[in-house]
């Protein structure tokens, strides 16, 4: 009998949520006081949320950015983890990723998205990704202009990072439990960007239980980059010829719905592959097992 990868993952990724989280730890025991992380990691934890202790790699690039700094350092980190584990830091340790998988268990079986959609639904991700980096990129070389400040000005609080301001973590986090303490004077502040927070919120908890890892197939920009380059990791999957059977198990079971049984053999990285294993625990028949190189 084959171990399961599975409940080891899941075990990582509440050990990890639990240390990204550390403020809602110590909110809730007196015991220890866990210190805040100041490492920046390829997994979507906000700067604005007043519970998170890491600084995710994505809003620091953005913010570094937002003040004219080249982010060659985080980038490069990203390029390092990307080339060498590809998106296992997605499958193993996001704790949006870990919302997204215990909203998902609400239902009774798991949806499945038309082939057509589910493409070009992939797409916006990628999209987000070039309008966020064009809108930062530009707004750090016009820093160095005179005309910088009034740039900035116009883009308000987009300034310092679209994703770092309309968060879902952050709304969850942060933004409701300030509303629903202030009662109705809160009510009587509310203004667009609120409206617009709590959209986004409703969006992800919608999709998240309409669609496995609705955020990470569709919206994430921080996924979209880790894809690129996952295309090139040293660790990936491989597909036994002699063994697989060509049964549709790891299809059915992959959350991003990768088309496994279309890739190569030898190996294959996909870029929305998160690395989770679930297709390798999926097979009856052993045929998935992890490469490197």
């Given at each position: 009998?084959?171990?399961?990868?599975w409940?080891?993952?899941?075990?990582?990724?509440?050990?990890?949520?639990l240390?990204?989280?550390t403020?809602?730890?110590?909110?809730i025991?007196?015991?220890y006081?866990?210190?805040?992380?100041?490492?920046p990691?390829?997994v979507?934890?906000?700067?604005?949320?007043?519970?998170?202790?890491?600084?995710?790699a994505?809003?620091?690039?953005?913010?570094?950015l937002?003040?004219g700094?080249?982010p060659?350092?985080?980038l490069?980190?990203?390029?390092?983890?990307?080339?060498?584990?590809?998106?296992?830091?997605?499958?193993?340790?996001?704790?949006?990723?870990?919302?997204q998988?215990?909203?998902?268990k609400?239902?009774s079986?798991m949806?499945?998205?038309?082939?057509?959609i589910?493409i070009a639904?992939?797409?916006v991700k990628?999209?987000?990704?070039f309008i966020?980096l064009t809108?930062?990129?530009?707004?750090?070389?016009?820093?160095?202009?005179?005309?910088?400040?009034s740039y900035?000005?116009?883009?308000g609080?987009f300034?310092?990072?679209?994703?770092?301001?309309?968060?879902?973590?952050?709304?969850l986090?942060?933004?409701l439990p300030?509303?629903?303490t202030?009662?109705?004077l809160?009510?009587t502040?509310?203004?667009?960007?609120t409206?617009?927070?709590?959209f986004?919120l409703?969006?992800?908890l919608?999709?998240?239980?309409?669609?496995?890892?609705?955020?990470?197939?569709?919206?994430?920009?921080?996924?979209?980059?880790?894809?690129?380059f996952a295309?090139?990791s040293?660790?990936?999957l491989?597909?036994?010829?002699?063994?697989c059977?060509?049964c549709?198990y790891?299809?059915?079971k992959?959350?991003?719905?990768?088309?496994?049984?279309e890739?190569p053999?030898?190996k294959?990285n996909d870029?929305d592959?998160?690395?989770?294993?679930?297709?390798?625990?999926?097979?009856?028949?052993?045929?998935i097992s992890?490469k490197?190189?």
């Open positions: 009998m084959r171990i399961k990868v409940p080891f993952r899941y075990t990582v990724k509440l050990m990890l949520f240390i990204f989280y403020s809602l730890v110590n909110s025991q007196n015991f006081t866990f210190p805040r992380l100041a490492i990691l390829p979507w934890v906000t700067l604005n949320s007043p519970l998170t202790s890491p600084v995710g994505f809003d620091l690039l953005q913010l570094m937002a003040h700094q080249a060659l350092l985080i490069s980190i990203l390029l390092i983890i990307g080339c060498v584990f590809g998106k296992i830091f997605c499958g193993w340790a996001c704790p949006l990723g870990f919302m998988e215990l909203i998902i609400l239902r079986s949806p499945h998205v038309s082939r057509s589910d639904a992939k797409k990628y999209l987000l990704l966020i809108v930062s990129t530009t707004l750090a070389i016009s820093l160095k202009q005179e005309w910088g400040q900035r000005n116009a883009l609080v300034s310092y990072g679209p994703t770092i301001t309309i968060s879902p973590d952050t709304t986090t942060g933004t300030r509303l629903l202030q009662g109705w809160a009510i502040q509310i203004n667009a960007l409206v617009l927070k709590i986004v409703i969006v992800f919608v999709g998240s239980y309409s669609v496995p890892l609705f955020w990470c197939r569709y919206i994430c920009p921080l996924g979209a980059l880790m894809g690129i295309r090139y040293l660790l990936g491989k597909r036994s010829p002699t063994k059977e060509r549709p790891c299809v059915r992959c959350p991003t719905q990768v088309r496994i049984l890739l053999w030898e294959f870029m592959c998160i690395l989770c294993f679930d297709c390798v625990d999926a097979c009856p028949h052993g045929a992890p490197i190189p």
